[in-house]
């Protein structure tokens, strides 16, 4: 009866209001996603049923937080993704990160390492360094983190085809430190599905691919409690085009492939569920809608691990969230405005109650940033988490009837895209049919078409600009000679280890991977024992490939 009067008098507003608001209703406000925008929004948009729906924070089903007390307990976690590229250039600079508000390095890699090259491989030349840190062996890794302790420190690692080889690096220089593996906190990225459809760092066919990550998760729920072995990345999918409803939908459906798969093997959801995390965008044009998105995520993540896999404890039910700002959205035209635009995305993950930020700079458009760039946008975070009180109150937009609308609005177009990829069979299929990619085009060019016919505006890009005389702006500066160096300490590495030690150990992965993926055909262990060997990332990934082969793209779909 009252929300019957609220419509009543709201139709009656309007009538009063007639020419004002059909003027503005004319400009057909809509979400990036398609969700057309009403003018204003009452009780009666919001017909949710608070205990089902919203609840409390803490409490099934997470709309309004992972946890009772929010950020007045615990503020979200400062990340921030950075490498040079050097191994010794990154630890100085991950040294000043963690001196720095004990932030958390989350590591960027060449792109050579990311597709299991080592710096001598013929491809790998003039790429070595350029993009991230090169890392080829333990002993690069043990250079990154000398004098850092793995037991106490957080460590991300942006690594996907090859991260069973990082995790190996992990656990053998944390157990080489004397610290207890049950301790151990990080996580690799390892998301392999959407480098076939957002990224293209893939090296191993899909069926393979699957069985190395099922692999990092089982051994992590046997021996590393505290480590996150897979950051689902829907964030990616926004680089590559894609709306928000693709962007959660597609990271959903991936998880949900993975999950299928350790649950296939055998591995209860409750022993590896709490190590998976997802990583999304903060920066998409619209404040506000990043806020809803996040808390839809939860409700549907948490509905469908207790639901559909049967998960009991709470925590593998609460999604947890890394976001991070820039990309694509940031820009070369009045690069200082992108600190507004990362101060903006850092707010909307505040709002939208997330547990780990990580902010881009504003030269990266450029190349490698700066190291001042790099601790102004950890400097922007400490501003925001002390400077406008937003962490005093847990969920701050609850109750908003906008807020509540558009997060009802956006769980039920996101369920009717992840049913879509079902009735497909599933999200591997969805990707082999092409309709992953076809889709993300199409938000693409829409996007595309807005800002270039001025329906949405990029300031300095479409409207506003400026000409600009200041000189070149100067990012990072890559070291060339850096190459030859790890060219040259790969061979010291091979003249110096135990080379018959480094056979055996390659001759263990491909004997185990001939093997049908099993929990006792596990690949972690052979891999940990050639990374103790000083096996290279190179060696490891070639007696892989001896096996599984390469992924190569269809042509055509």
């Known amino acids: 009866m009252y929300l019957e009067q609220?419509?009543?008098?709201?139709?009656?507003?309007?009538?009063?209001?007639?020419?004002?608001?059909?003027?503005?209703?004319?400009?057909?406000?809509?979400?990036?996603?398609?969700?057309?925008?009403?003018?204003?929004?009452?009780?009666?948009?919001?017909?949710?049923?608070?205990?089902?729906?919203?609840?409390?924070?803490?409490?099934?089903?997470?709309?309004?937080?992972?946890?009772?007390?929010?950020?007045?307990?615990?503020?979200?976690?400062?990340?921030?993704?950075?490498?040079?590229?050097?191994?010794?250039?990154?630890?100085?600079?991950?040294?000043k990160m963690i001196d720095h508000g004990g932030v958390p390095p989350y590591m960027a890699l060449d792109l050579p390492t990311q597709l299991g090259l080592d710096p001598d491989h013929p491809m790998a030349r003039g790429e070595?360094?350029?993009?991230?840190?090169?890392?080829?062996?333990?002993?690069?890794?043990e250079t990154i983190f000398e004098g850092i302790k793995l037991?106490?420190?957080?460590?991300?690692?942006?690594?996907?085809?090859?991260?069973?080889?990082f995790l190996a690096m992990h656990v053998v220089l944390a157990e080489k430190q004397?610290?207890?593996?049950?301790?151990?906190?990080?996580?690799?990225?390892?998301?392999?599905?959407?480098?076939?459809?957002?990224?293209?760092?893939?090296?191993?066919?899909?069926?393979?691919?699957?069985?190395?990550?099922?692999?990092?998760?089982?051994?992590?729920?046997?021996?590393?409690?505290?480590?996150?072995?897979?950051?689902?990345?829907?964030?990616?999918?926004?680089?590559?085009?894609?709306?928000r409803v693709h962007e959660v939908a597609f990271a959903f459906a991936d998880a949900f492939t993975y999950i299928d798969d350790a649950v296939r093997r055998g591995v209860n959801i409750d022993d590896f569920g709490k190590g998976i995390f997802f990583l999304m965008k903060?920066?998409?044009?619209?404040?506000?809608?990043?806020?809803?998105?996040?808390?839809?995520?939860?409700?549907?993540?948490a509905t469908r691990l207790r639901d559909h896999y049967g998960a009991r404890d709470a925590e593998t039910m609460k999604c947890r969230v890394l976001a991070h700002s820039g990309?694509?959205?940031?820009?070369?035209?009045?690069?200082?405005?992108?600190?507004?635009?990362?101060?903006?995305a850092?707010?909307?993950?505040?709002?939208?109650?997330?547990?780990?930020?990580?902010?881009?700079?504003?030269?990266e458009v450029f190349g490698i940033p700066t190291e001042k760039s790099e601790l102004i946008a950890i400097g922007t975070q400490h501003v925001v988490a002390h400077e406008t009180g937003l962490p005093d109150v847990v969920d701050p937009l609850g109750g908003s009837y906008y807020v509540e609308a558009l997060t009802a609005e956006f769980e039920r177009k996101v369920l009717e895209e992840l049913e879509r990829i079902e009735r497909m069979g599933g999200m591997v299929k969805a990707i082999e049919a092409g309709y992953v990619r076809k889709a993300i085009a199409q938000d693409a060019y829409r996007t595309h078409l807005a800002w270039e016919t001025g329906a949405k505006v990029k300031v300095g890009v479409n409207k506003y600009q400026i000409e600009e005389n200041d000189p070149p702006r100067q990012p990072y500066a890559y070291k060339p000679e850096e190459e030859q160096r790890q060219v040259e300490a790969l061979k010291q590495l091979r003249r110096e280890r135990d080379n018959a030690a480094v056979d055996n150990a390659l001759k263990r992965?491909?004997?185990?991977?001939?093997?049908?993926?099993?929990?006792?055909?596990?690949?972690?262990?052979?891999?940990?024992?050639?990374?103790?060997?000083?096996?290279?990332?190179?060696?490891?990934?070639?007696?892989?490939?001896?096996?599984?082969?390469?992924y190569s793209e269809p042509t055509s779909f």
């Open 327 to 344: 990309g694509s959205l940031l820009t070369r035209e009045r690069p200082e405005l992108n600190i507004a635009r990362t101060t903006l």
């Open 6 to 95: 609220i419509k009543t008098a709201e139709e009656e507003w309007k009538e009063r209001h007639k020419e004002e608001i059909s003027q503005a209703e004319a400009l057909n406000a809509a979400c990036e996603d398609g969700i057309p925008l009403k003018v204003l929004y009452t009780p009666s948009d919001s017909k949710t049923d608070y205990y089902a729906d919203i609840g409390f924070p803490g409490d099934f089903p997470f709309t309004r937080g992972n946890d009772a007390a929010g950020y007045r307990k615990k503020l979200w976690t400062v990340s921030h993704y950075a490498g040079f590229g050097s191994p010794r250039e990154t630890n100085v600079l991950f040294r």
């Open 128 to 141: 070595v360094g350029m993009a991230g840190t090169s890392v080829t062996s333990l002993r690069d890794w």
């Open 178 to 243: 004397g610290a207890d593996l049950k301790k151990i906190r990080g996580n690799l990225q390892n998301d392999i599905l959407k480098e076939f459809t957002a990224r293209g760092n893939f090296i191993f066919p899909v069926a393979p691919s699957l069985r190395l990550v099922t692999d990092t998760l089982e051994y992590c729920a046997q021996h590393l409690p505290s480590y996150w072995p897979l950051n689902v990345c829907g964030g990616h999918y926004p680089e590559a085009g894609a709306n």
């Open 282 to 301: 903060t920066n998409h044009t619209d404040l506000l809608e990043e806020a809803a998105k996040f808390r839809a995520m939860r409700k549907i993540w």
């Open 151 to 165: 037991e106490d420190t957080f460590v991300g690692t942006v690594i996907n085809a090859p991260a069973a080889v």
């Open 509 to 550: 992965i491909v004997e185990v991977a001939k093997r049908p993926a099993a929990t006792g055909n596990n690949l972690m262990p052979p891999i940990i024992e050639a990374v103790r060997a000083y096996a290279t990332i190179g060696e490891i990934c070639g007696a892989l490939r001896q096996v599984f082969g390469e």
């Open 346 to 363: 850092c707010v909307a993950g505040v709002l939208g109650g997330i547990q780990l930020i990580g902010l881009r700079t504003m030269d």
